[in-house]
């Protein structure tokens, strides 16, 4: 593709997001307070959650301008399948958060709470629908991104673990933000290093989007007003996971896999948010950004702010 499309559809990518952000949000808020999606956060004070919604329909909006505008140069590239991949796989992914966001058996937590209901009661919660939702999404879409039975393994495991890793960070104001920027971050500088920055801004071109989004919402979220909720936790970790699977070579996907593996594995065990506080620089950046937060209580309450 020529320099000069490719440079128009990131400013598109950039600009867009910025546009669309203050009637999304507002369109986003009356809707989801309509709709009742009020709930209690890690403090046990009620907030609106799966505001990642607003993250998504701004990101698709965006992609099908981004795809609308490759049609319309006759483009049948490469760029144009990823684009339509990402946009089916971020669309389906946040919908079956959105169903578990909107589900009231929420009490069964991880791997072993869902699949122990199932054995125990017989009967599916809405995590395990997520479950077998996300899989199923990841499975069709890891060989329509691979050329190799081994590479198709690797990014399927990476596609459907990923937006269950940004869930696991989600118990704190803007953490799970914070985990996508630095996950994808990784991302674009083993692209850089390995593939050009060229094809690696190609590979961005429909990444950009949510990105600059999550940008967007991380005040919201960070200040304790909203919640990203699985829907938006979904959706941020499967453009983690696409990222990897269409812009790093093949050892980085299979350490990343295993990398998640192991956080998955833990999780089943440990406390992140107990390891976070007890970890001087972790605490104090899961801490960063979050003064708002502190903020936000001090006036609810009418405290000195100690809550």
Not at 71 to 94: D, Q, Y
Not at 135 to 152: H, P, V
């Amino acid at each position: 593709m020529e320099t000069k499309n490719m440079m128009f559809m990131m400013l598109v990518a950039v600009v867009f997001p910025l546009v669309l952000d203050r009637p999304l949000h507002k369109i986003g808020i009356q809707k989801l307070n309509a709709m009742g999606m009020n709930r209690f956060n890690y403090d046990r004070e009620p907030v609106l959650t799966a505001g990642g919604l607003i993250l998504v329909c701004s990101s698709a909006i965006t992609g099908i301008v981004l795809i609308g505008f490759l049609l319309l140069r006759g483009a049948k590239s490469e760029l144009l399948l990823h684009g339509f991949l990402f946009l089916t796989g971020m669309i389906t992914m946040a919908f079956c958060g959105w169903r578990d966001d909107r589900a009231s058996d929420r009490d069964a937590k991880g791997f072993r709470g869902h699949f122990g209901v199932l054995w125990r009661e017989r009967r599916m919660t809405s995590g395990m629908w997520k479950l077998i939702g996300g899989t199923s999404t990841a499975f069709c879409l890891s060989f329509s991104l691979s050329n190799s039975l081994w590479a198709g393994i690797v990014s399927f495991g990476l596609l459907a673990l990923s937006p269950n890793i940004i869930n696991l960070f989600d118990l704190r104001p803007a953490r799970a933000i914070k985990v996508f920027w630095g996950l994808t971050a990784i991302a674009g500088a083993f692209g850089i290093w390995t593939i050009g920055a060229g094809t690696a801004m190609a590979n961005w071109i429909f990444l950009m989007p949510i990105f600059v989004a999550s940008m967007l919402m991380f005040p919201h979220d960070a200040g304790g007003k909203i919640m990203l909720g699985d829907t938006g936790a979904n959706a941020l970790g499967f453009a983690v996971g696409f990222s990897l699977v269409i812009g790093t070579p093949i050892y980085a996907q299979a350490s990343m896999l295993v990398l998640f593996l192991c956080l998955q594995v833990t999780a089943e065990f440990c406390s992140f948010s107990r390891v976070i506080e007890q970890v001087g620089w972790l605490r104090r950046l899961d801490q960063w950004g979050r003064a708002a937060e502190a903020e936000n209580k001090k006036n609810q309450t009418g405290t000195s702010g100690l809550v």
